[in-house]
């Protein structure tokens, strides 16, 4: 397979991250690709026929004057805040799939400005390590309230059952999310 394309359009996406703007990774690896496809579906299925909206990756959503993200995926229930070339306000969840180039500015930069304008539920995940950390907003500030971690092959069944691989989004009772869903597909 010839891998030199002689041409190959470049499809560029910018965040403004505190008024600079900075240039996204345009060519994610496979697993965060999985990743964020796996969410997408989970979400899209449970919310056909429901008021929230869920985007994947390439929704722009405006915060502030100095701030608008691209966040890996998001759910939306406020109708009027999506417009046609975007999300306008704070969206009630936002998932992150953490990578080496922006983990950083997903745990502190980005965390505290979602926390400031009011999402109320953020997501950390780790294609690599196979976990998932779910932050819920407690008196304005988007707590850390559970790490959940895929158990390794080599375990034991009584140490795989010490983990928690299954959890509910805080914004419905009846949508049970499993780490075997959202890392299906990834290595």
Request: charge should be negative; charged fraction near 25%.
């Amino acid at each position: 397979m010839n891998t030199n394309l002689a041409y190959k359009e470049e499809y560029v996406k910018e965040e403004l991250i505190n008024g600079q703007g900075v240039l996204m990774s345009p060519q994610p690896s496979i697993n965060h690709v999985n990743v964020i496809n796996n969410i997408s579906i989970l979400f899209g299925n449970f919310l056909k026929g429901k008021t929230c909206q869920s985007f994947p990756d390439s929704a722009a959503v405006f915060l502030t004057e100095k701030d608008y993200f691209v966040p890996d995926f998001m759910v939306v229930c406020d109708p009027d805040k999506v417009k046609y070339n975007g999300v306008y306000g704070a969206p009630d969840l936002v998932v992150e799939v953490l990578s080496p180039s922006t983990a950083k500015r997903d745990r502190g930069y980005k965390k505290q400005v979602y926390e400031q304008c009011g999402v109320q539920e953020y997501w950390l995940v780790s294609p690599n390590g196979k976990f998932v950390e779910q932050y819920l907003l407690q008196d304005g500030r988007l707590e850390l309230a559970e790490v959940y971690t895929q158990p390794e092959d080599y375990l034991t069944e009584e140490e795989r059952a010490a983990y928690i691989t299954e959890f509910k989004c805080s914004l419905y009772d009846d949508l049970l999310i499993k780490l075997a869903d959202i890392f299906d597909r990834v290595e």
